[in-house]
């Protein structure tokens, strides 16, 4: 079974807080506040990354689409229920930008088993942000990659106030389902996965959907990866496993187009 990492059990409470400007600083609920292993990221530093109602995260794929993961949506059809908060680090800030979502786009055949990516579209555009344009090759699929998210800081902790990053090293589909990681369970041809073998970096709880990305080329932002699973959060031998943007990225091209983003 898959332990994804969504805060959906938790989400309406968090949101609440969130709204009511009660959610834990870093320091708070957890002496030192990480994505686990990381730091506060700075106003601007990642602008195309999304918080959702749901106890998610994304990333702008367009003005009016964001690139989330299937298991936080429910399917493809409409949907005014999502709300995106964009354009702040900090989810009390006056400046948040929001729009609501009114259609979802879940990735076609998906069981719960991998094609782990889905679409939102959202009733208007966002304007004045940067999109993260995603891999469209398999050469960016290694090296170290930057990760982001408002989700829980340590293994069965709340959604974050603050976006927080850290780096994670790829791990290869070879060891991530050698018998000390996945044992045969990463999706080797879809999932990629990234951690340390000692653990104490990694996405957790609440960041799924999120982006995990690295410079091009062009020393620009591109995502190789899309917050799926995992054993836990940050334990040793069980790194983050993520959607291979890369495999699927002429699909979510083809669904962005028919969704008019």
């Given at each position: 079974?898959?332990?994804?990492?969504?805060?959906?059990?938790?989400?309406?409470?968090?949101?609440?807080?969130?709204?009511?400007?009660?959610?834990?600083?870093?320091?708070?609920?957890?002496?030192?506040?990480?994505?686990?292993?990381?730091?506060?990221?700075t106003q601007g530093e990642?602008?195309?990354?999304?918080?959702?109602?749901?106890?998610?995260?994304?990333?702008?794929?367009?003005?009016?689409?964001?690139?989330?993961?299937?298991?936080?949506?429910?399917?493809?059809?409409?949907?005014?229920?999502?709300?995106?908060?964009?354009?702040?680090?900090?989810?009390?800030?006056?400046?948040?930008?929001?729009?609501?979502?009114?259609?979802?786009?879940?990735?076609?055949?998906?069981?719960?088993?991998?094609?782990?990516?889905?679409?939102?579209?959202?009733?208007?555009?966002?304007?004045?942000?940067?999109?993260?344009?995603?891999?469209?090759?398999?050469?960016?699929?290694?090296?170290?990659?930057?990760?982001?998210?408002?989700?829980?800081?340590?293994?069965?902790?709340?959604?974050q106030r603050y976006l927080?990053?850290?780096?994670?090293?790829?791990?290869?589909?070879?060891?991530?389902?050698?018998?000390?990681?996945?044992?045969?369970?990463?999706?080797?041809?879809?999932?990629?996965?990234?951690?340390?073998?000692?653990?104490?970096?990694?996405?957790?709880?609440?960041?799924?959907?999120?982006?995990?990305?690295?410079?091009?080329?062009?020393?620009?932002?591109?995502?190789?990866?899309?917050?799926?699973?995992?054993?836990?959060?940050?334990?040793?031998?069980?790194?983050?496993?993520?959607?291979?943007?890369?495999?699927?990225?002429?699909?979510?091209?083809?669904?962005?187009?028919?969704?008019?983003?």
């Amino acid at each position: 079974m898959r332990r994804w990492r969504t805060l959906l059990a938790t989400a309406a409470a968090a949101i609440t807080a969130a709204t009511m400007g009660v959610l834990a600083a870093p320091g708070a609920a957890h002496a030192d506040a990480n994505v686990v292993g990381g730091t506060r990221a700075t106003q601007g530093e990642f602008p195309f990354m999304v918080r959702l109602s749901m106890g998610c995260g994304g990333a702008l794929y367009s003005p009016t689409l964001v690139l989330t993961a299937a298991h936080c949506v429910n399917g493809t059809g409409t949907n005014t229920s999502i709300t995106a908060t964009m354009g702040v680090v900090d989810l009390n800030s006056t400046s948040k930008i929001t729009r609501k979502s009114n259609y979802v786009y879940r990735a076609p055949g998906y069981n719960g088993n991998g094609k782990d990516w889905a679409l939102i579209r959202l009733a208007s555009p966002v304007t004045g942000l940067a999109t993260l344009p995603i891999a469209k090759t398999t050469a960016y699929d290694s090296g170290t990659f930057t990760i982001a998210g408002w989700g829980a800081a340590t293994e069965g902790g709340s959604q974050q106030r603050y976006l927080l990053k850290a780096t994670v090293p790829f791990v290869s589909d070879t060891t991530c389902n050698s018998s000390s990681m996945y044992n045969g369970e990463i999706i080797a041809s879809n999932e990629i996965c990234a951690g340390y073998t000692s653990g104490g970096t990694d996405t957790c709880q609440g960041d799924s959907g999120g982006p995990m990305f690295r410079r091009d080329s062009a020393n620009a932002w591109v995502q190789v990866g899309i917050v799926s699973w995992g054993d836990g959060c940050a334990r040793p031998n069980k790194p983050g496993v993520y959607t291979q943007v890369s495999y699927f990225a002429s699909t979510i091209a083809s669904a962005a187009a028919s969704l008019g983003g």
